[in-house]
């Protein structure tokens, strides 16, 4: 008696089971599409550039932690963690040989490896272009 009951509720457990794979991957589906945007940062960087955006880049993905550091006396000006879009938490500015004199310049907050040599008019003005100089 009990094996023809077997062959009956097995199939109807694994159409339940199926069905309710089938709910969750579309919640978490959802949930997934419906993500909110990033909100910008709460105050402008001195300098914004591919440090700061959210567009896929190389450099960006090997670098996602920048400093953005006066080389004149190596302090710190800004930073910028594109993981978290927020300031990098803890920033230690490290000088490095590789360092221009002066200028504002882009290192990784990480290594201290120099990134970038803003011009002297991308510091004065947010929303500079943060190139590095030619």
Known sequence: ???????I?????????AAVGTIVASVLGRERRE??????????????G???SDASSSLAHAHPAVL?????????VDSW???????????????TPEWPATGLIVV?????????VLR?????RPGGEGMPAA
């Not at 509720?9 to 089971?17: D, E, F, I, R, T």
């Open 1 to 7: 008696m009990a094996r023809p009951l077997i062959r």
């Open 9 to 17: 509720a097995a199939p109807l457990l694994v159409g339940a089971l």
């Open 35 to 48: 993500q909110p945007a990033i909100a910008p940062a709460r105050r402008p960087l001195v300098a914004e």
């Open 50 to 52: 591919w440090w700061s």
């Open 68 to 76: 953005i550091v006066d080389a004149d006396t190596a302090t710190l």
């Open 81 to 95: 963690d594109r993981r978290i879009r927020d300031r990098v938490h803890h920033p230690v500015v490290r000088r």
């Open 108 to 116: 990784d907050a990480r290594t201290g490896d120099l990134l970038a």
């Open 120 to 124: 002297e008019g991308d510091a004065a």
